[in-house]
């Protein structure tokens, strides 16, 4: 049962453009949300977050968007870079309004960012 | 930043021998790692939370005698696969809790042959 949901195994953008993950989550516990980023041999690393009483967040590039009576949440980035070609994790947190670090992740989209 | 050192990053082994694998938080104390394992096309999947001092937290359809913990001092915590079969080939990775969050290792990419 997959509690955490990304449907797009890979997406490919242009420089410069805009890049939009999502992830689609079940379980109405979750009441924190993160996006972690991984290269090739190397564990994941956080990225941005959110909790479920705010609807958006940004930092920089990345703009995460948490739309709860859809359960689903989606990771802008603009504009996107060749590095930011990586495999990105949505993941998600019940209880403790994030302070509870038990994670549960979706499969992962690999984005590519084409020069 | 607060850097998890996860060993070994590959390891190739023969059904029926055990491998440990270790996870080390350099220059914090971790009193929380989660062991996490990936299958091919599959998500991070929570194994166990182990806590300094105390006995892992194991998630429902993980066998604990299988997938021994310890996490005997703030800066080591080690997973052990006992008697590994070609079925536990996977992909293991370590999170140490942060007061900011959770950081992770570089994972193990662990083959039984």
């Known amino acids: 049962d997959q509690q955490v949901k990304q449907n797009s195994p890979s997406l490919s953008v242009q420089e410069g453009r805009i890049s939009i993950l999502n992830c689609d989550y079940t379980?109405?516990?979750?009441?924190?949300f993160l996006w972690y980023k991984k290269y090739p041999a190397e564990g994941p690393t956080f990225l941005i977050s959110?909790?479920?009483?705010?609807d958006k967040n940004e930092d920089g590039r990345f703009t995460v968007f948490l739309n709860k009576s859809a359960k689903h949440l989606s990771l802008h980035i603009v504009p996107s870079q060749p590095g930011d070609s990586a495999v990105y994790f949505c993941?998600?947190?019940?209880?403790?309004?994030?302070?509870?670090?038990?994670?549960?992740f979706g499969k992962g989209t690999l984005l590519t960012v084409n020069p | 930043g607060a850097v998890v050192s996860q060993h070994p990053s590959r390891v190739i082994c023969k059904s029926g021998t055990s491998v440990k694998i270790e996870c080390r938080s350099l220059?914090?104390?971790?009193?929380?790692m989660f062991w996490y394992r990936q299958f091919p096309k599959q998500s991070l999947m929570l194994m166990a939370t182990?806590?300094?001092?105390?006995?892992?937290?194991?998630e429902q359809g993980v066998e604990k005698d299988k997938f021994l913990i310890n996490h005997a001092s703030l800066t080591l915590s080690t997973l052990t696969v006992t008697s590994a079969h070609p079925e536990d080939s996977s992909f293991y990775i370590c999170?140490?809790?942060?007061?900011?969050?959770?950081?992770f290792g570089s994972g193990t990419r662990l083959t039984v042959v």
């Open positions: 220059d914090f104390q971790a009193t929380t």
């Open positions: 959110i909790s479920s009483i705010k």
């Open positions: 379980n109405s516990m979750f009441d924190y």
């Open positions: 993941a998600a947190s019940a209880g403790g309004g994030g302070s509870n670090y038990k994670l549960t």
């Open positions: 182990s806590n300094e001092g105390s006995k892992a937290t194991y």
């Open positions: 999170s140490a809790r942060l007061s900011s969050g959770v950081t």
